[in-house]
Every structure is written in structure tokens, then in C-alpha cells.
């Protein structure tokens, strides 16, 4: 179920629940009129959560300055490049010396790589504490220029370390809302099993708990989907299982067989599988096509205990 159908289909659920909940009761002393009650509170709480556009709000903001200023210390390093050149004017001796600067992280660098641009600041400045002199005499190196290539490399480095702190921040708070939507889902679905056993001589009210028959009733058809089941490499069911779209919000949460459904506009997305006890992976290249399920069938890889 995607995070999106939760605010719609648990409520009908608890709505049912709170219907007939005098015969959960007579089934299991736990079903009490609080229960629905409490079950609502905090699907309403982990909503009310920062979603994930909000949650990165902060990093993309600090991203655009880094942005900046990384390519600050690119234009810096173009510099020390004519420096070097100015040198060593012999074609092989400019090429080793260039490449000891971190010419060869600069293209990464230059696509926003934080780990090439890390790697191209510390070879640049440890160059330039190396050869200073050489620099100075030779290459036509201003005075200067050391202490402002180390600036602009401190700059870059204040910004880097703030931007990865708060996408770190940002993807906890991901993972802290996926861990109370998904503890709602499975105390949901907990309360659908012991429906199908409470009314199973009453096929059209069990069916009234059920999964495909609440999103039916919210979503309507024809929506664009990728869609199919989950087993574990003993070809067992996989449950509970979270799957992502990159780039999007919502998540799926397979059933108790292992199937998941996971409403997604057109286009080309990799599918991220993960949750507890499952080793993480990417199904890449998955190409949803306007109104079109697209199945998407996968095994998972259980973690090592």
C-alpha cells in the first residue's frame, strides 16, 4: 500500500472495526473501543511528520551555496594549473606535476563529486605547501594565492560538512516517519487476518477489511502503477517489505503474500526494497507507462542474524 492511501483506507478500516467492534471482542479482549481510537492518534502523528520534499528543504538550500563555492575553488585551481604549466614547461614534467595538483578528480569535482572534490582540494593544497617556492620563482604565483586557495578549500569544506549533516538529518527523519507508517499498516493488517477468521461465513463484510476492496474505494482504476510479489530466495512470501521510487515520497508495504502496489506517474524510475531483516537493493530501469500496472516481481535477500 502506498503511503498516500494510508490516510484513506486506514480510517475506513478502523471505521469498520468500530462498526462490529463488539464481535472482535467476543473474538480477542484486546479489541476494545480504544483500540480504533488509539490506531487513528497515530497514523494522524506520523503524517503530521515533515514530508521528505520539507525534510530536505534545509540540505538543498545549503546545496546551492556549496554549489557555488565549489566551483569558486574550481576557478582557483585553474589558476594553480597556469601556475604549474608556468613551471614546468616541459610537456611530460607538466603533465606528472599537474596530475600530483589532482587533475585527474578535477572532472568529477567539476559535477559536483563531493568525495573527487574533497580529493582534488587536499592534493591542490598539499602541491602548493610542497612546491611553493618552485611556484613562486618559476610559475609567477602570486604571494597570495596559497592562503586564498586554502580559503576557498575551507569554505567548501564548512559547507560540505553542513550539507551532509542535514541530509543525514533528513533521511533519518525519512526512515523515523516509514518506521510509524509502517507499524500503523501491520497493526491494520493484524486486525484484517482476525476479520477474515471472525466473519469468514460472511464473505461481503470480510471483504469490507480487505486491502484491494478499501483501495478500490479510494483510488478508482486505471491509475499507473508498479505492481507484483516479493519471496525470499526459499520462495516464501516476503512481508512487510518498504519499496520506493527514487525521487518520490510515497512508499509500498508488501502483504502477508508478499504483493505490493504502489501508484506512480509515467516514466523510468529505480525501485528501492529495504525493512527489517531485509538486505537493501535497487531494481533499476523499471519504465511505468501511462495507466499501465507494471508488474515488478522481485526476490529479496533475508539478513544475516
Known amino acids: 500500500m502506498a503511503q498516500g492511501d494510508l490516510a484513506l483506507v486506514l480510517p475506513l478500516a478502523w471505521q469498520q472495526y468500530q462498526q462490529h467492534q463488539e464481535r472482535f471482542a467476543a473474538y480477542k479482549r484486546g479489541y476494545t473501543p480504544e483500540l480504533a481510537t488509539k490506531a487513528l492518534a497515530e497514523l494522524q502523528k506520523a503524517q503530521q511528520m515533515p514530508g521528505a520534499q520539507a525534510r530536505g528543504a534545509a540540505s538543498e538550500r545549503t546545496r546551492g551555496g556549496l554549489v557555488t563555492q565549489a566551483d569558486e575553488f574550481l576557478a582557483a585551481w585553474q589558476l594553480l594549473d597556469g601556475y604549474i604549466e608556468e613551471a614546468n614547461p616541459e610537456p611530460g614534467a607538466y603533465r606528472a606535476m599537474r596530475d600530483a595538483a589532482g587533475y585527474r578528480h578535477y572532472e568529477a569535482a567539476a559535477k559536483h563529486d563531493w568525495t573527487a572534490l574533497e580529493q582534488?582540494?587536499?592534493?591542490?593544497?598539499?602541491?602548493?605547501?610542497?612546491?611553493?617556492?618552485?611556484?613562486?620563482?618559476?610559475?609567477?604565483?602570486?604571494?597570495?594565492?596559497?592562503?586564498?586557495?586554502?580559503?576557498?578549500?575551507?569554505?567548501?569544506?564548512?559547507?560540505?560538512?553542513?550539507?551532509?549533516?542535514?541530509?543525514?538529518?533528513?533521511?533519518?527523519?525519512?526512515?523515523?516517519?516509514?518506521?510509524?507508517?509502517?507499524?500503523?499498516?501491520?497493526?491494520?493488517?493484524?486486525?484484517?487476518?482476525?476479520?477474515?477468521?471472525?466473519?469468514?461465513?460472511?464473505?461481503?463484510?470480510?471483504?469490507?477489511?480487505?486491502?484491494?476492496?478499501?483501495?478500490?474505494?479510494?483510488?478508482?482504476?486505471?491509475?499507473?502503477?508498479?505492481?507484483?510479489?516479493?519471496?525470499?530466495?526459499?520462495?516464501?512470501?516476503?512481508?512487510?517489505?518498504l519499496v520506493q521510487a527514487t525521487g518520490r515520497d510515497d512508499f509500498a508495504v508488501s502483504d502477508e503474500d508478499g504483493r505490493f502496489l504502489l501508484p506512480l506517474p509515467a516514466g523510468t524510475y529505480s525501485l528501492t526494497l529495504s525493512g527489517a531483516g531485509i538486505t537493501r537493493q535497487e531494481l533499476p530501469g523499471v519504465v511505468i507507462e501511462p495507466g499501465v500496472k507494471k508488474r515488478v516481481d522481485a526476490t529479496v535477500t533475508r539478513a544475516a542474524v
Open 120 to 241: 582534488l582540494m587536499a592534493a591542490a593544497l598539499a602541491y602548493v605547501q610542497q612546491y611553493a617556492a618552485e611556484l613562486a620563482d618559476r610559475g609567477e604565483m602570486p604571494g597570495t594565492f596559497a592562503a586564498e586557495l586554502a580559503e576557498e578549500a575551507a569554505d567548501v569544506r564548512t559547507l560540505l560538512r553542513q550539507f551532509m549533516q542535514e541530509k543525514g538529518a533528513a533521511q533519518a527523519g525519512t526512515t523515523t516517519q516509514q518506521t510509524a507508517l509502517l507499524a500503523q499498516y501491520e497493526a491494520y493488517q493484524k486486525m484484517n487476518r482476525d476479520a477474515q477468521r471472525i466473519f469468514r461465513k460472511e464473505p461481503e463484510l470480510a471483504r469490507q477489511f480487505q486491502t484491494e476492496y478499501l483501495l478500490s474505494l479510494v483510488r478508482g482504476t486505471g491509475q499507473a502503477a508498479a505492481r507484483g510479489t516479493l519471496t525470499d530466495r526459499a520462495g516464501q512470501p516476503a512481508a512487510g517489505v
